[in-house]
């Protein structure tokens, strides 16, 4: 066995102990971990119980350097390479149909954003990367190429970013003096607009840019509704799922998968008695609303200040049919990227 307390690279695990209490690992029972990331979750979740864990990533870095967990747990983890949204036809590759409980920790990890050629972060420069699979179009491929509308609707849409057509307009303006190709090309793209960062700024002004073109190389809003829809599938009755995201676009398409499904979004109106219409509730919720991380943990680990965990427990009801309009999933117009 090994202790949960164990550090796991760099990387501390966002709400471990509440993750654990929401997901109940038990002897005998499979689980997914959808971003093992460095295997924070996966060892918590093995120390819980005497389970079994399939982990999946689709940053090759992280697969390689779970190999020796892989070893270590002698055939109690599977670590596979690919999206968290592939989640079921992952498991139908294993061999498994049915899992007890499904963890997900949304967005970029911090061994990511800590290393400067993945070009995550503006606060080190490093090639405009922010692949997490490591292939197909990099943030550079956009920003070089995309016209100023396509871009404006990326970032106001992502990045809810208000100030997104005269950052658009300034990104354009600057790689027709040369291609943007690091990180601080794009900063100072952004500082066109916005100037640089003042002393009183609570937030660097390039954060909602590097989020919006982030989310949109890596489809990560697409890849959570496909993943919630997944893990709805896949669970048995008394199954849990618990999900932790970290910005409000996140947050706003599990709060209302959850919401859907446990019955709560409102029906009929102000002027006539609320109706159930639809399906059964495919989950319990665990908990009214959400969790946050404790005060101590904020103080000690940055990345827990914006967290929030969710958390639901499957029925025995049919899952319900997948509607990313329903989840408030954004997208972009059409024609646009």
Do not use: C, W
Not at 57 to 76: C, Q, T, W, Y
Not at 96 to 112: A, E, N, R
Not at 294 to 323: M, Q, V
């Amino acid at each position: 066995m090994i202790a949960p307390s164990e550090p796991a690279s760099r990387h501390l695990p966002v709400m471990l102990p509440e993750v654990l209490a929401a997901l109940a690992p038990r002897d005998g029972g499979t689980y997914v971990d959808g971003t093992f990331g460095a295997g924070g979750y996966t060892r918590g979740i093995l120390a819980a119980a005497k389970s079994h864990v399939v982990a999946i990533d689709r940053d090759p870095n992280a697969i390689r350097g779970g190999a020796g967990l892989v070893a270590e747990m002698a055939g109690r983890l599977s670590l596979v390479r690919g999206t968290f949204g592939e989640m079921q036809a992952i498991l139908a590759d294993l061999g498994l149909s049915k899992v007890q409980g499904v963890v997900l920790d949304i967005g970029v990890s911090s061994m990511q954003i800590d290393e400067a050629a993945r070009g995550f972060s503006f606060m080190r420069e490093g090639p405009l990367d922010m692949r997490m699979g490591q292939e197909g179009k990099s943030a550079a491929d956009y920003v070089n190429t995309l016209a100023a509308e396509a871009l404006a609707q990326i970032i106001f849409v992502y990045g809810e970013e208000p100030r997104s057509r005269s950052i658009a307009k300034a990104i354009v303006e600057a790689r027709a003096e040369g291609p943007l190709k690091t990180t601080l090309d794009l900063v100072k793209a952004v500082e066109r607009a916005t100037g640089p960062q003042r002393f009183n700024d609570r937030i660097h002004p390039a954060t909602k840019t590097f989020q919006a073109l982030r989310i949109h190389v890596n489809s990560e809003l697409d890849e959570l509704a496909q993943a919630l829809t997944a893990a709805e599938e896949i669970l048995d009755e008394k199954g849990r799922l618990v999900v932790v995201t970290f910005h409000s676009l996140e947050d706003r398409i599990v709060k209302r998968f959850f919401a859907a499904r446990a019955g709560k979004l409102p029906t009929g109106s102000r002027h006539a008695p609320e109706l159930h219409i639809g399906p059964a509730p495919s989950f319990e919720l665990i908990h009214k609303g959400h969790l946050e991380a404790s005060e101590l943990e904020k103080r000690d680990n940055p990345r827990a200040r914006s967290a929030k965990l969710r958390a639901g427990i499957r029925s025995s009801a049919a899952a319900f049919t997948f509607d990313a309009k329903s989840m408030a999933v954004p997208h972009l117009s059409k024609g646009k990227h």
